[in-house]
């Protein structure tokens, strides 16, 4: 069964600074991996995927993801975090064939000027 | 643009009342999916389809039921809502995914529907 962790509920980040979410996952396969990011009383809008290729991804909003095929992760990372990052971001994987994609259970990231 | 639209963004319905959250999306996917989010829970599966007329369980079926007439609508049903399901609803579609395009295949979400019951 496909399983997705993120190990930190809340992150807090200074303006200015780098920001990484972590997010570990399990799948069976070859993993096709997602983040999303969600503003308060919206849905999730889609950041960036893993697929295959470059396991560096860049993605919306200078948003990046490294996979890490040994460990398992697929952490989101960006070089310089703006207030307006501040929102809940969902980390999901799909395993191979046509199966829906399972969320973790969300971090929240605060950005504080 | 992707547009994944959801009939109510806020509802508030009496316990045992029958329930019906509609979607509809314009861009000819094959797959729609219903999940539910609760604080700590993060989404969860609660019905998909790949078809017309086609659905499969998720992870928290019950108590919920789902229609698929048309390939653009997808309907979440509660057959008779109860507080438990006090929830926020979203519903999402994607490309059916296929050994040529196995990329193309991230899920467009609605605005979500805060339902409440009381």
């Known amino acids: 069964a496909q399983s997705v962790a993120q190990p930190e509920d809340q992150v807090n980040v200074a303006e200015g600074n780098p920001l990484t979410v972590k997010c570990t996952y399990s799948?069976?396969?070859?993993?096709?991996l997602f983040w999303y990011v969600q503003y308060p009383n919206r849905g999730l809008q889609f950041l960036l995927k893993?697929?295959?290729?470059?396991?560096l991804v860049k993605g919306s909003y200078g948003f990046e993801a490294e996979f890490n095929k040994s460990q398992t992760s697929f952490h989101l990372k960006k070089p310089s975090a703006l207030v307006s990052d501040s929102a809940l971001y969902f980390c999901?994987?799909?395993?191979?064939?046509?199966?829906?994609?399972?969320f973790g259970k969300g971090t929240r990231l605060s950005v504080i000027a | 643009d992707v547009k994944v639209t959801q009939s109510s963004r806020y509802l508030v319905k009496r316990t045992g009342e029958k329930v019906f959250l509609e979607c509809v999306q314009d861009?000819?996917?094959?797959?729609m999916f219903w999940y539910r989010q609760d604080p700590g829970l993060g989404l969860r599966l609660i019905y998909f389809?790949?078809?017309?007329?086609?659905?499969e369980k998720g992870d928290i079926p019950e108590g919920y039921s789902v229609s698929r007439e048309k390939k653009e609508r997808f309907s979440l049903i509660l057959e008779s809502a109860s507080t438990n399901q006090t929830s926020m609803y979203l519903c999402a579609s994607s490309l059916y995914v296929r050994l040529d395009r196995p990329g193309n295949t991230e899920a467009f979400f609605g605005q979500g529907t805060r339902l409440t019951v009381v």
């Open positions: 893993y697929i295959t290729g470059d396991n």
């Open positions: 999901a994987v799909r395993g191979s064939g046509n199966t829906p994609l399972v």
């Open positions: 389809s790949y078809d017309v007329k086609m659905k």
């Open positions: 799948v069976s396969g070859n993993p096709y």
């Open positions: 861009m000819d996917h094959e797959n």
